[in-house]
């Protein structure tokens, strides 16, 4: 079973966390399943970018993204060359480790 660890945020995870994933599932549902209001406001439809995340470990692992996915990683605030939509990358067999930008495009925060 997949681990993921999750760099502190100072709003939305200050501690860090360490979750236990499933291969499958996508990192954005794994996040919010164990308390983790990432903000998603597409409905994980690929059409925004406010679950973008960075990578900074099991990047590899991780399917390459389909081009929507790349596309619209081009309007994400703060974009790395290891960065994904959450809603779209899916665990695989490997750990990883992430970082919540900061920052997001949306300017008005929905209550999911």
Wanted: glycine share 8%; proline share 4%.
């Amino acid at each position: 079973m997949p681990k993921i660890k999750v760099l502190p945020h100072a709003e939305l995870c200050p501690q860090g966390a360490e979750l236990e994933g499933r291969e499958g599932v996508s990192i954005l549902d794994t996040l919010l399943e164990n308390g983790i209001e990432i903000e998603h406001a597409c409905e994980k439809s690929c059409a925004c970018t406010t679950c973008h995340v960075v990578v900074r470990g099991g990047f590899d692992s991780l399917d390459e993204a389909e081009e929507k996915e790349e596309d619209m990683l081009d309007k994400a605030w703060g974009l790395e060359a290891n960065s994904r939509l959450s809603c779209q990358a899916k665990l695989r067999g490997a750990d990883l480790v992430i970082e919540i930008p900061r920052y997001t495009i949306n300017y008005a925060r929905e209550n999911h």
